[in-house]
């Protein structure tokens, strides 16, 4: 069964960097599209960043400019570089597979936290 693993969140002031790691447990990594997706407090999970095997990205206008997405498709990891980060970044950041721009598979590995506060 494929597994995801999410890393790299923490706390940190506005206008700090943080880098999240994804590895990916399984056979999809090499054949499908990936993203990053994040679910605030009392919000829906929403997708924030794509790429495809062919390292084609793709951002919501909300992150465009600060966030950057990438791959390493030998070491079945994806990463996010957030930067200039704002509170209202502040989520449960996850990864999963794209069909179109739903997740791939229905279910989601633990998440890793990024809070953005003074």
């Known amino acids: 069964q494929v597994r995801f693993v999410e890393s790299g969140g923490g706390l940190v002031q506005p206008g700090e960097s943080l880098r999240l790691s994804c590895s990916v447990l399984g056979s999809i990594f090499e054949v499908y599209p990936m993203g990053w997706f994040r679910q605030a407090p009392g919000k829906q999970r929403e997708l924030v960043a794509t790429t495809t095997t062919g390292d084609i990205v793709n951002y919501v206008d909300f992150v465009k400019g600060r966030f950057t997405i990438s791959r390493d498709n030998a070491q079945n990891t994806m990463y996010l570089q957030m930067n200039s980060l704002k509170p209202e970044d502040t989520a449960v950041y996850y990864c999963?597979?794209?069909?179109?721009?739903?997740?791939?598979?229905?279910?989601w590995g633990q998440g890793t936290q990024v809070t953005v506060s003074s």
């Open positions: 999963n597979g794209l069909r179109g721009s739903d997740p791939l598979l229905p279910y």
